[in-house]
């Protein structure tokens, strides 16, 4: 009797044809050049925050995300000195109680607590109070978080303490992002939106991974980073405590809890 | 195997030799398409035991061809045969089949339960036709349900038709598909459609008879009233050939694995919806979507779990049908025989109303023909992953141009040293990815693939 069988071939070249036609061809004239290499990370911290150089962040984002933080009013990469960003996730004293009341916030817990409980747009209001701004996804997943792991590499000590508030699930802190989604699709920050084409599950990606807006271009089953996928018509971005550092995209603007905070970040003309 | 011959298949008064399908098949060395008829589809759904409903305008011969099939392969519907006739008739009463009274007016004793007596011989008849089904009312369609699905009720007792696991449901309808011309018609009832595993359109362009049938039968003779076939009954080679096809479905094969997922959870798969997945959100949500895979995405909804099925054993069917027609053991590929039988199966309630009305003037079959051809360029990129899958690793290619002529190889570390050093720029695609910019849903890849995990 007749069978079934896989007559049709796939488009798929095997390995050994395609070596011998590549073989063919003559070598590049120039080898490819070697991938930039970011400028090494160097420890300066000052009066609890980091101070990142211009040539890191030049390396670290794309002349596209640049351009769009700076049409944003979110500020000014091409032209800043260098940006600072805390070494923790931001704590009450008498300055933020301060730019609380400014903010017309009713923050009470006492000195030296986490701020948490704080939704969105009220953590956004008190830092802004405050002088500084929210950290972008761009800035957490394409600076940040690789020059404090940079740091560590080389034994620093205090980055060891900023990255354990980071991945620590028992006391660590997540923290808002700058960032809100927009159906799905549209990054919005400031007065400025960008589409974007997200991964629709969960899953896990690496910094190849990324793209130049700081967004896993897709997910896999491993990887340094997680991602929670975005649900719903406005999200707004968090970076989640845990090993993987997970970007979440599930949560509301409204979400208040009692691990989440938020960083400081300032860009230095 | 049985002795089954394609001489012995042929409908001696239906015409129809329009190639209905073509499947790719290897004869001996040679690999090439096979054209089946309309006919030859009718008779691998037979083979498989799949129902069919055959809807057109009148005139079109579907009683002729229902006819053919009872007489000269079940021996008709008279004594001794091994089909039973319904007409589709208001006042038709099933019970006139399968049931009968027996009076003893010397005992003037009348017991409704001693009287009403089951003939065994019909309910074990292997074929029931319902021609004009829709002239009946869907109360009364609901009656048929059980036919179609090979059973009957008798005094509270579900009871088998057929015999040895054989049994086969035929139906006519005929459908006024937008002018609403035919008067004493009503609808079709959506159970009693979803029973019916094919659905053939003989309206459809390329289901009618080619203008050589139609000369033939013109010279043959003028008398345009159903020709009744001299009774041949071929019916125990049918069951023979009947249990061989289920034999092979009920075996694992992996590319008719992974052409059910994709009819099934792939065609699942909406970009708009909040849960990812089509259900009553279908098509509702296509109109303004801007999603890649919109093309294919918007037109069909997943087929049911009777549909797969339907699908595999009318795929064995058709190669089976392909085989005796050519007179020799062939090899039918099997991604290829699913999508053409596809075709048939998933039809009604599984479309997009909307583009069917709107961009085929309500004919299904056409906005199916589409839908085939688009499933098929899928598939097309399925099939350059599954060696990959199926020697246990990550569907993961590169692709790059070589001579102007795209290539996709397997990524490996070797590959893209040589791309790098010879500076030919190229893209790492990823199954997972590619289908679903293309509309099809993924979920069901992973778990596939790991069954092939070394």
């Not at chain 1, 009470?108 to 500084?132: C, K």
């Not at chain 2, 329009?18 to 083979?47: I, R």
């Not at chain 2, 008398?223 to 249990?243: C, F, N, Q, T, Y």
């Not at chain 2, 093309?295 to 795929?315: F, G, I, W």
Request: proline content about 3%; aromatic content about 8%; charged content about 30%.
């Amino acid at each position: 009797m007749s069978i079934l069988k896989p007559i049709i071939e796939g488009k798929l070249t095997r390995e050994a044809e395609a070596l011998a036609d590549l073989e063919k061809l003559a070598d590049a004239a120039s080898p490819p050049p070697p991938p930039t290499r970011k400028p090494s990370a160097v420890a300066n911290l000052n009066n609890g925050f980091y101070q990142i150089d211009k040539p890191r962040i030049l390396a670290a984002t794309s002349a596209s995300y640049r351009q769009f933080l700076r049409e944003s009013g979110y500020g000014d990469l091409d032209s800043c000195s260098r940006i600072e960003i805390a070494k923790g996730v931001l704590k009450y004293d008498q300055n933020v109680r301060d730019a609380a009341a400014r903010a017309s916030l009713n923050l009470t817990e006492a000195d030296g607590q986490y701020v948490v409980n704080i939704n969105h747009p009220n953590a956004r209001s008190l830092v802004e109070a405050l002088g500084y701004k929210v950290p972008t996804v761009g800035l957490m997943y394409r600076v940040f978080i690789p020059y404090i792991k940079d740091l560590v590499q080389q034994n620093n000590a205090e980055a060891q303490v900023t990255l354990n508030e980071m991945t620590d699930t028992s006391v660590g802190k997540a923290e808002w992002l700058e960032d809100l989604i927009l159906d799905k699709t549209r990054l919005k920050i400031g007065t400025k939106e960008q589409r974007l084409s997200l991964p629709d599950k969960d899953g896990r990606f690496d910094r190849a991974g990324i793209n130049g807006f700081g967004y896993p271009i897709s997910v896999k089953s491993s990887g340094e980073f997680y991602h929670w996928h975005v649900i719903g018509d406005e999200r707004a971005a968090f970076r989640v405590r845990g090993s993987g550092l997970g970007l979440s995209l599930n949560g509301g603007s409204s979400v208040e809890n009692g691990r989440l905070g938020v960083r400081l970040v300032k860009i230095f003309s | 195997m049985t002795n089954l011959t394609y001489e012995e298949l042929k409908l001696p008064n239906y015409v129809n030799s329009s190639a209905a399908v073509t499947l790719k098949v290897k004869d001996g060395e040679v690999v090439k398409d096979l054209p089946l008829t309309l006919c030859d589809v009718v008779v691998a759904a037979e083979l498989a035991g799949l129902n069919i409903l055959f809807v057109s305008d009148t005139g079109r011969g579907k009683t002729q061809l229902v006819s053919d099939v009872v007489w000269s392969h079940f021996g008709g519907h008279d004594d001794g045969g091994k089909a039973n006739w319904a007409d589709g008739r208001p006042n038709f009463e099933i019970q006139e089949l399968f049931e009968r009274t027996k009076i003893d007016r010397t005992a003037a004793v009348y017991d409704s339960d001693e009287a009403t007596q089951l003939k065994q011989e019909r309910t074990s008849r292997l074929l029931v036709v319902v021609d004009e089904i829709n002239r009946a009312p869907k109360v009364r369609q609901n009656e048929y349900f059980d036919l179609a699905e090979g059973k009957y009720t008798f005094r509270g007792r579900r009871l088998k038709l057929g015999k040895d696991g054989y049994t086969l449901f035929l139906a006519t309808a005929n459908l006024n598909k937008s002018n609403g011309d035919f008067q004493g018609t009503f609808e079709l009832d959506r159970a009693l459609l979803n029973r019916a595993h094919l659905t053939i359109d003989l309206d459809h362009r390329a289901f009618r008879p080619t203008p050589e049938d139609k000369i033939a039968i013109s010279e043959r003779e003028a008398d345009p009233r159903l020709k009744v076939a001299d009774p041949r009954d071929i019916s125990d080679k049918i069951i023979g050939e009947h249990k061989e096809i289920m034999a092979k479905t009920r075996t694992s094969d992996p590319y008719m694995l992974a052409f059910s997922f994709m009819i099934d959870d792939g065609l699942n798969f909406c970009d708009k919806d909040t849960f990812k997945e089509k259900t009553t959100t279908f098509p509702m949500l296509c109109g303004d979507c801007a999603y890649s895979g919109k093309e294919m995405c918007s037109l069909v909804k997943s087929s049911s779990d009777r549909t797969t099925k339907a699908v595999k054993a009318l795929a064995y069917g058709l190669a089976r049908v392909a085989e005796l027609k050519l007179g020799r053991a062939i090899e039918v590929d099997a991604l290829d025989a699913a999508l053409q039988a596809y075709k048939f199966t998933t039809y009604h309630g599984n479309l997009n109303d909307v583009v069917a009305q709107a961009d085929f003037g309500s004919r299904k079959q056409e906005l199916m023909e589409q839908v085939a051809g688009k499933l098929g360029e899928r598939i097309d990129l399925l099939r350059a992953y599954l060696p990959i899958i199926d020697e246990g690793r990550e569907p993961i290619v590169v692709v790059y141009n070589n001579n102007g002529k795209e290539r996709r190889v397997e990524r490996s570390n070797k590959v893209i040293d040589a791309l790098r050093r010879k500076g030919v720029s190229y893209q790492e695609k990823d199954l997972r990815n590619e289908l679903k910019e293309n509309g099809i849903g993924t979920e069901w890849v992973d778990a596939y693939a790991r069954r092939f995990k070394k």
